[in-house]
Every structure is written in C-alpha cells, then in structure tokens.
C-alpha cells in the first residue's frame, strides 16, 4: 500500500525557523509536493522535488533524499501568516499522475 | 483570470438525496481530480479523470459518480450510497501524463463543504 507519515501539529515562535518531515513509503515515486492550506480554503502549491537534495524558494526550502524516503520543508522567518497546515504529497502513479496526501502538519506560529 | 472553480462552497443535503458538486476549469488542463477531506486525514482520492469521456476510481469511489462530458467540466454526484458523506470536497487539475514533472502540480479550487442534515 501506499503511506505517507507527517507530524501531526507543531508549534513556532514568529522570526524563527521550523522543520517538517515527512516519510513516505509508496509503489512508485513521480516527485514529491508540498502543499500549504489555510484552514477552510483550497491547498497551494509551494514546492516540487524530483531529484534528491535543496530546492530553495524564498522563505520556504524543501528537500529530498529517495533512498530513505525523506522529505521536509523549511520555513524561514516564520511570519503569523505561516499558521496553516502543511501537506506532503508523493506522485506515485507514473502515467496517471495519482497524488497521496499526508495528514498534513497543523504549524502555529506564535509571536 | 485562469483558474478552478467549484460551486456551491456550502452545500446541504438531506439523507436520502443525491447531490452534484460542480468543478470547472478553464486551464485546459487534460486531468481532473476529486478528493475529499476530513479532519485529521490527509485528502482521499475519489475519482480521476485524465482525459474527456475516460475516468477512473479513485481510493474511496463507493458512493459517489462523475462525468467528463467537456474538458472545463468534472461535476461530482454523492449518491444516497455514500454512507457518511458529510465532508470538505475538493476539486483540482492538472496538466496531466506525459508532460515534464514541472507540470504535474496539481491546482485546486476553494472546495465545497457538504453537510448532511
């Protein structure tokens, strides 16, 4: 089957820096997302990994390492805006694009 | 502005009744995905669809249908089969197989929240 393992709530002090992790163990591996999502509203699309290693954006950094089915993404200066859950995503469907979801990781930002 | 819209954001239903959930997009994008989310779980796959006139089950399918009629267009039944259908619905798209990594992102539209009364 496949499975994806993210904390499920985390907590931060505005200005900081704040890890997620997440595991997955899936049949295939298309790439890995990550997707943040204000409570009630539609996920965004923050970063994509293919390859293993840093892709940097801006405040939000996003790694990954296939051998050990390892991603996490790193926020930089945390800003109260940045409370929202954060949701890992691996493509495992080769042709047909199918994505599973994580939990998501609740993260508060706290001033 | 290009985009994913679903309609209604909040929808009510009593037991017993069918309901349709609209998705439209105007990305010409060729893959459409409905997923369904409840607190504390990540989002379940219900249906996709890569191409018009072609879907496919997703992971938890019992209970619901879908068309893909038009490209823009992938409306979403929740049957009276469905046994707790209460949840947030979301819609998304993508570019679809065969074109680079970049591109399979998928976007989704602000969800509709049903609830079954």
């Known amino acids: 089957g496949q499975n994806i393992d993210q904390p499920t709530e985390m907590t931060a002090t505005e200005g900081a820096i704040v890890q997620i992790n997440c595991t997955y163990q899936?049949?295939?591996?298309?790439?890995l997302f990550w997707y943040q999502q204000h409570a009630g509203e539609a996920p965004t699309f923050l970063s994509y990994?293919?390859?293993?290693g840093l892709e940097e954006k801006g405040r939000f950094s996003s790694f990954l390492s296939r051998s050990k089915g390892y991603s996490y993404l790193l926020l930089k200066e945390l800003q109260m805006k940045d409370s929202a859950s954060y949701l890992c995503?691996?493509?495992?469907?080769?042709?047909?694009?199918?994505?599973?979801f994580g939990t998501g990781t609740l993260l508060a930002v706290q001033p | 502005d290009g985009g994913i819209t679903q309609s209604p954001k909040y929808l009510f239903r009593k037991e017993g009744q069918n309901v349709t959930l609209s998705c439209e997009q105007n990305l010409n994008h060729d893959a459409m995905y409905w997923y369904r989310q409840d607190p504390g779980q990540g989002l379940r796959l219900i249906y996709y669809?890569?191409?018009?006139?072609?879907?496919q089950k997703g992971d938890i399918a019992e209970g619901y249908s879908v068309s893909r009629e038009k490209k823009e267009s992938f409306p979403l039944t929740v049957t009276s089969a469905q046994k707790n259908p209460t949840a947030f619905y979301l819609c998304?798209?993508?570019?679809?197989?065969?074109?680079?990594?970049?591109?399979?992102?998928?976007?989704f539209g602000q969800g509709t929240r049903l609830t079954v009364v």
């Open positions: 899936t049949s295939g591996f298309n790439g």
């Open positions: 998304a798209s993508s570019i679809g197989p065969g074109n680079s990594p970049t591109g399979t992102e998928a976007f």
């Open positions: 669809s890569q191409i018009v006139n072609d879907f």
């Open positions: 990994n293919v390859l293993d």
């Open positions: 995503a691996v493509n495992y469907g080769g042709a047909t694009n199918k994505l599973i």
